[in-house]
């Protein structure tokens, strides 16, 4: 008995070995490892926020950057507030190229908005209908930014065709500081 003793000792031995080896190092390695991993998925999803961060972040400078080309394309279309009197020369050419006689043409008081002024002039026209429509159309088609309003058409008596039109037309500005 003496190898059948010596083989049990040798095994208790191997079994007493691989369990110290287990408590004492896989164990702990085992246990190192899933920190390790539970860290690395915590930094995984850091990044793909980061990344959704990172790309709405370029989504909103495209936006930005369509928004301050609308800017300018809006600014292109308002003359600066220096020019009023510019604007109110062409709108009285196409009233009189289209055979349309001004009764009167006033200023209001102009409404200074961020960035850009209002100015309203008070417009009463003679003339026929066709005419003032032609005039409405070419006004439709200057390079700026116009808006008409309390728009009032009344007939002439004894003639056909013959209107008064009395109006508002408000004019947009750039209100330049200078």
């Known amino acids: 008995m003496k190898t059948g003793l010596r083989k049990v000792i040798f095994f208790v031995i191997l079994i007493g070995i691989a369990w110290i080896a287990y408590q004492y190092m896989i164990k702990p390695a085992n246990k190192s490892l899933a920190e390790q991993k539970k860290r690395c998925s915590v930094k995984m999803a850091k990044l793909a926020e980061f990344e959704k961060a990172t790309a709405a972040a370029e989504d909103l400078n495209r936006q930005l950057e369509q928004l301050q080309e609308a800017i300018g394309f809006f600014e292109s279309k308002l003359p600066p507030k220096t020019q009023i009197h510019e604007v109110l020369k062409q709108v009285t050419l196409i009233a009189q190229k289209h055979g349309l006689e001004p009764k009167t043409i006033r200023t209001l008081t102009k409404k200074n908005n961020s960035g850009y002024i209002e100015q309203p002039l008070k417009m ?55």
């Open 124 to 178: 009463e026209l003679i003339g026929n209908f066709n005419s003032f429509y032609s005039f409405l159309l070419e006004l439709e088609k200057l390079p700026r930014i116009m808006k008409i309003r309390d728009l009032d058409l009344k007939k002439q008596d004894g003639s056909e065709g013959q209107i008064t039109a009395d109006f508002v037309v408000s004019v947009f500005l750039q209100n330049v500081v200078g």
